[in-house]
């Protein structure tokens, strides 16, 4: 068993870092996570050394994409998890060229429902290029509200795009407490909705992960 998840999105803000870090978590001590992005967001939550998998610093850009992608796939892990920049062009392209799956948290907003087209196309774009059906894409309502007319709705707008929709991670401060804490959700706040969600979300991207094109 094994899978690369990236974790992906075209516009920064919707908790892609924090669902990384947690989702690796979740996976420990089987994962190790890539942070591709160079806001390094997830290697700062690591550097207190709480975190229960391994961090590689490993910023993507156009200019480094070989070796990126070998870095990647040298990786000693059944999962290796994907902190993504939020970029389009050559970057975005090698990471879906190899990862088993994308991940693309959309938090409900209108400017972040726009993004999502164009995140979703280029998934399929690299799916038609690839001969094994993957990327398998897997659409994660992020930092939601239910108290809002948008939280209430964000699973119906991404059923639209025709691609699976991961359970709800809502917005909470158990998140960001974690953060400040150097560990992953289900250490910090073991027991919790907040743990409660990261669990039932990496059920989800696991199965995908790993199954057969």
């Given at each position: 068993m094994s899978g690369i998840i990236a974790l992906a999105n075209l516009k920064g803000g919707v908790g892609k870092s924090t669902l990384a870090v947690n989702v690796?978590?979740?996976?420990?001590?089987?994962s190790v996570l890539i942070d591709a992005d160079p806001q390094a967001t997830a290697s700062a939550w690591g550097e207190a050394g709480e975190l229960p998998?391994?961090?590689?610093?490993?910023?993507?850009?156009g200019d480094n994409v070989q070796g990126?992608?070998?870095?990647?796939l040298s990786q000693d892990a059944d999962f290796t998890v994907i902190d993504l920049p939020p970029m389009l062009g050559d970057a975005t392209a090698a990471a879906l060229a190899i990862c088993d799956l994308a991940a693309i948290p959309v938090s409900p907003s209108g400017a972040d429902l726009r993004a999502t087209n164009r995140a979703v196309e280029l998934v399929a774009n690299a799916r038609a290029a690839r001969?094994?059906?993957?990327?398998?894409?897997?659409?994660?309502?992020?930092?939601?509200?239910?108290?809002?007319?948008a939280g209430a709705e964000i699973e119906a707008a991404?059923?639209?795009?025709?691609?699976?929709?991961?359970?709800?991670v809502s917005q909470r401060i158990a998140h960001a407490d974690?953060?400040?804490?150097?560990?992953w959700s289900g250490d910090y706040a073991?027991?919790?909705?907040?743990?409660?969600?990261?669990k039932a979300l990496t059920s989800v991207i696991k199965k995908l992960a790993t199954k057969e094109g």
């Open positions: 690796a978590g979740a996976l420990s001590p089987k998998f391994d961090i590689v610093s490993a910023p993507l850009n990126w992608i070998e870095t990647v001969d094994d059906g993957k990327p398998y894409a897997l659409l994660i309502p992020s930092k939601v509200d239910r108290r809002t007319a991404l059923y639209d795009y025709g691609e699976p929709v991961a359970p709800v974690a953060f400040s804490a150097g560990q073991k027991g919790t909705a907040a743990h409660s969600e990261i």
